[in-house]
T-cell receptor, first 116, second 114 residues
Framework: NAGVTQTPKFRVLKTGQSMTLLCAQD?????MYWYRQDPGMGLRLIHY???????AKGEVPDGYNVSRLKKQNFLLGLESAAPSQTSVYFC???????????????FGSGTQLSVL | GENVEQHPSTLSVQEGDSAVIKCTYS??????FPWYKQELGKRPQLIID?????GEKKDQRIAVTLNKTAKHFSLHITETQPEDSAVYFC?????????????FGSGTRLQVQP
């Protein structure tokens, strides 16, 4: 199993450009999340999904859109990139359920995005 | 919503010493408190977690304590080793509720000096 795979790993954008980050998981997880990581601010939730076809806003959703057309994929879009969106983006997934360790988040390896 | 505060932001210890990282949370409904470790350039990985019906949990050299009344929880690492050097994140959330995603603390950078 590959686990959670993010593409691309690195990207440099100019202000106003658009791009899509792809997150794919092969663990049949229902729940998927997009976090951004900035120095001194930990991991902040952007958007999340509790199942195919559903999405919801997290703590810092402005400037981002998401889609979950397939259970295994969760896409994060930036329609008009801004320098404030320079960050490391992590996707994560987990399975629902009462069994121990079901709350464990599996993270992707991250995408380092710079917006100039 | 939930707010998690984590201290200290950086911590330097000598190899073999103990390290303690503390977190407080605001939402009394939170009942799940995990700790993630992120090595330099790597993805965060779960190292230990605790649920609200337990006051303490140990796993070899690491332990977590929870005080629900005071709404704080702590990570304790004993006999620290250089490979413990990493950024540690605490988090709080509702067990088995994907609709309430975890809220993370701001992280503690632990440096273990050989």
């Amino acid at each position: 199993n590959a686990g959670v795979t993010q593409t691309p790993k690195f990207r440099v954008l100019k202000t106003g450009q658009s791009m899509t980050l792809l997150c794919a998981q092969d663990m049949n997880h229902e729940y998927m999340y997009w976090y951004r990581q900035d120095p001194g601010m930990g991991l902040r939730l952007i958007h999340y999904s509790v199942g195919e076809g559903t999405t919801a806003k997290g703590e810092v959703p402005d400037g981002y859109n998401v889609s979950r057309l397939k259970k295994q994929n969760f896409l994060l879009g930036l329609e008009s990139a801004a320098p404030s969106q320079t960050s490391v983006y992590f996707c994560a997934s987990r399975t629902p359920g009462q069994v121990p360790s079901s709350e464990k988040l599996f993270f992707g390896s991250g995408t380092q995005l710079s917006v100039l | 919503g939930e707010n998690v505060e984590q201290h200290p932001s950086t911590l330097s210890v000598q190899e073999g010493d103990s390290a303690v990282i503390k977190c407080t949370y605001s939402d009394s409904a939170s009942n799940y408190f995990p700790w993630y470790k992120q090595e330099l350039g790597k993805r965060p990985q779960l190292i230990i977690d605790i649920r609200s019906n337990v006051g303490e949990k140990k796993d070899q050299r690491i332990a977590v304590t929870l005080n629900k009344t005071a709404k704080h929880f702590s990570l304790h690492i004993t006999e620290t080793q250089p490979e413990d050097s990493a950024v540690y994140f605490c988090a709080a959330g509702l067990k088995d509720t994907g609709r309430r995603a975890l809220t993370f603390g701001s992280g503690t950078r632990l440096q273990v000096q050989p």
